[in-house]
Every structure is written in structure tokens, then in C-alpha cells.
């Protein structure tokens, strides 16, 4: 393990006025997305479609790394250059996700324990080789009646951690991401309990395990109400209680802090993340590590289609520059575009 490096570009994923592109999506998932815009979820097609993402001129002004999904480490942009490759061209730093997926958890009805440590070692050897600096492991936390369970929160946490320190025995950078999901009913004060003792155990397996914490990076939900609760807290109740919860939480020792944006508006994962911000200073930087929210505003013009490629374009290339002048906390509502939005 090479400590200087690790903790290196852990700094080098959080500079100021940037954050991540995730765009990791497992065959499922981009399979769903594409269904939106009526597309086959061919080889081709997902190709075609990172390549549009990555092949926006300037998003590296704002877009410090980016998490690929297997298949895409693997392959090339249409001029021939691997894709990693082709980021660092950029100045961005390729990541990986290493997980293989949350699965139904035995014993622990409705609950879901993430997979993927098994032969984990030998292929973060290889994502290293093929240019990946970075890792991802996504754990999932589901609220509902009487879950999470304790057992549930331990079992994530443990894996995550286990994760953590193969990827810093590797020279990955690992990003932990125990996700709390918005889906359900609950208040927003259930998801700050829950979100707290989630970041908690996550921390403290992370310790127990010997991880690096200068050389890894955290991604967390914010703190929101559940999408399905009658009452929504408003932007500056997400803020204090997210900065609440992970200043009770998470050592000052981590270089960075990421975002999903966890099925919130593209416009509402900006506004979020700028409110957190303007309360700063932090001990850690705070950015973003949109999917859906950095994505959707490209994907829904795109539609497959070449003649659409520069509009999408352009909506990315706004959507990667607001959330980075949320990062700031310069972002004004005012800011976003009448037309594309
Ligand atoms: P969303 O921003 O769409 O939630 O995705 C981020 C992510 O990487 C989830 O693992």
C-alpha cells in the first residue's frame, strides 16, 4: 500500500469547485434507464451513450472523477482510446465499481446485504492495471417498519469495510457509499437517525479494519424526507440536518465527502447541495456524486438519436457546471436554463 499516493488522490477527487460524474450503472439499471428514452440497452448503445457524457468539451472544468461500471473500463471511445484512458487525457481520474450488487439478505427479511468481496482482490489488481484509481461499493439501507435492522447495519458496514481495505491494499482509493434510500414514507427525522447510525457503524468497522482514513472517501444520502412522506422538508431543513448528522458522524481525517443524488430532482440535488455548503466551512470538502441527477437532463434528450448528441451535451455540460458552483456555494435557482431544463 502506498499511503502517499493514496491519500494524494483522495485530495486530488474533491478539489474545489468539481465533483464526480457517477456513471456506473449495472446492466439492470442503465437496462431501466434506457427504457425511459425507448432504448435497447445494447453493448453499442451504452457505449455510445458514456461516450456522449465523456466526450462533452469542458465538463473536466468541473468533473474531477468519474465511476465506471465494468464493461465501460473496458472499452474505447469511437477514436479508438480506452475510455480511462481518455478521462485522464482530460485531467479526470477513471474510477470503478466493484460491487456486484445488493441482494436480498438471508435471515433479514425486506433488507438487502451488498456481494462482491469474493475474488475481490484479483480484480482490483486488474481495474489498477486497466488505469482505475478509485473504487466504489454501494451498500444499501432500506427503512420501513421495524427496519433497519441492527443486523443489517452491521453486516453493510462490515463489508464495506472489508472492501475498503483491499482496495488501499490495491492503491484504489475507496469510496464507501452505505446509501439510506429516499423511497419511503418516513419523516425526515427518521432518515437522520437512521442515516446516523448507519455512518456510525460504517466508521467504525472502517477503524476496526485498519482503512487508511486520509486515503478514502465517503458517499452518503443527504438527509431528506422519505419521497412518499406528506411532509418535505424544505432546503435549508435537508442542509442543518445533513450537516448535523455526519459532524456527529464522520472523522475529520477523510479528505471528502460525495453525494448521490438518490432519485432527488437534478435541480433539487443542486439546490441541496449549495444550501450545505453555504453553512460551511467544513472540515472535509463536500461535493457531488450524481447519477440520475447529472444524467437525466442528457439521457431524456438524447434518445438514441446522433442529431440529438449536442443538445444533450449542452444539458450535461449545465448540469456538471451548476453542481459545481454548488460546491462553492455560489449556485443560484435563478442560474438554470428556461429551455433545457
Ligand atoms: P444517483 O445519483 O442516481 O443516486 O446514483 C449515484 C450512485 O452512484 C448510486 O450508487
Not at 81 to 101: A, Q, R, W
Not at 257 to 268: E, M, R, T
Not at 301 to 318: I, Y
Request: with cysteine.
Amino acid at each position: 500500500m502506498d499511503a502517499e499516493q493514496l491519500m494524494k488522490t483522495a485530495k486530488a477527487l474533491v478539489p474545489e469547485g468539481k465533483g464526480l460524474l457517477a456513471a456506473d450503472e449495472s446492466f439492470p439499471s442503465i437496462e431501466k434507464r434506457f427504457k425511459t428514452i425507448n432504448l435497447d440497452s445494447t453493448e453499442e448503445n451504452r457505449r455510445a451513450y458514456r461516450e456522449l457524457l465523456f466526450d462533452t468539451k469542458g465538463m473536466e472544468e468541473f468533473i474531477s472523477g468519474v465511476i465506471l461500471f465494468d464493461e465501460t473500463l473496458r472499452q474505447s471511445h469511437q477514436n479508438g482510446t480506452p475510455f480511462p484512458k481518455f478521462l485522464e487525457n482530460l485531467g479526470i481520474i477513471p474510477g470503478i465499481k466493484v460491487d456486484t450488487g445488493a441482494k436480498d439478505m438471508a435471515g433479514f427479511p425486506g433488507e438487502k446485504i451488498t456481494n462482491g468481496l469474493d475474488g475481490l482482490r484479483d480484480r482490483l489488481k486488474e481495474y489498477y492495471d486497466k488505469g482505475a484509481r478509485f473504487a466504489k461499493w454501494r451498500s444499501v439501507i432500506t427503512i420501513g417498519p421495524g427496519i433497519p435492522t441492527r443486523g443489517c447495519i452491521q453486516g453493510n458496514a462490515f463489508g464495506l469495510a472489508r472492501y475498503a481495505a483491499l482496495c488501499q491494499e490495491a492503491n484504489l482509493v475507496p469510496i464507501i457509499e452505505p446509501e439510506v434510500l429516499m423511497d419511503a414514507d418516513n419523516t425526515i427525522g427518521r432518515c437522520e437517525e437512521v442515516t446516523e447510525e448507519t455512518l456510525s457503524e460504517a466508521f467504525y468497522q472502517v477503524r476496526q479494519h485498519g482503512v487508511l482514513l486520509e486515503g478514502l472517501i465517503l458517499k452518503c444520502n443527504m438527509v431528506v424526507s422519505g419521497k412518499k412522506c406528506s411532509d418535505q422538508a424544505s432546503v435549508s431543513e435537508v442542509a442543518e440536518a445533513t450537516v448535523r448528522c455526519l459532524r456527529r458522524t464522520v472523522p475529520t481525517a477523510i479528505p471528502g465527502i460525495v453525494f448521490l443524488s438518490g432519485g432527488q430532482s437534478p435541480q433539487a440535488a443542486t439546490e441541496h447541495l449549495n444550501a450545505i455548503n453555504s453553512l460551511g466551512p467544513h472540515p472535509w470538502a463536500i461535493t457531488f456524486s450524481y447519477g440520475r441527477a447529472l444524467q437525466e437532463p442528457a439521457l431524456s434528450v438524447w434518445k438514441g438519436q446522433t442529431g440529438n448528441l449536442d443538445t444533450a451535451k449542452q444539458n450535461f455540460f449545465v448540469r456538471a457546471k451548476l453542481n459545481g458552483l454548488a460546491q462553492l456555494g455560489t449556485y443560484k435557482p435563478d442560474m438554470e436554463p428556461k429551455a433545457t431544463a
